[in-house]
């Protein structure tokens, strides 16, 4: 298991920004995905942002244009820097590591993240 630590959330205006950062136990080049979840109170969780070890990222359609994914290998950590943000993006958002695969997913504690109108 690689152990996960995020940082970064908070209280923001909606139109603000953050950054979380989730930093691993271990060398990140090591693993395969890194990314972030989000769950909402009522609602299910969903993926915001992946990046692979190769670079390549992925996000949710509605976080596209707004948030951007990186990692930075030498400090094993991965950022997700949220700008524009909105109220709708009220929730507790969660690092997570696939060393391989989903099969062997690692999880952050989660941090809270808060946007008022």
């Known amino acids: 298991q690689v152990q996960l630590v995020e940082s970064g959330g908070g209280l923001v205006q909606a139109g603000g920004s953050l950054r979380l950062s989730c930093a691993a136990s271990e060398s990140i080049l090591s693993i395969n995905v890194m990314g972030w979840h989000r769950q909402a109170p009522g609602k299910q969780r969903e993926l915001v942002a992946l990046?692979?070890?190769?670079?390549?990222?992925n996000y949710a359609d509605s976080v596209k244009g707004r948030f951007t994914i990186s990692r930075d290998n030498p400090k094993n950590t991965v950022y997700l820097q949220m700008n524009s943000l909105k109220p709708e993006d009220t929730a507790v958002y969660s690092c997570?590591?696939?060393?391989?695969?989903?099969?062997?997913?690692?999880w952050g504690q989660g941090t809270q993240v808060t946007v008022s109108s």
């Open positions: 990046v692979t070890r190769g670079g390549s990222t």
């Open positions: 997570y590591a696939d060393r391989t695969g989903s099969w062997d997913r690692s």
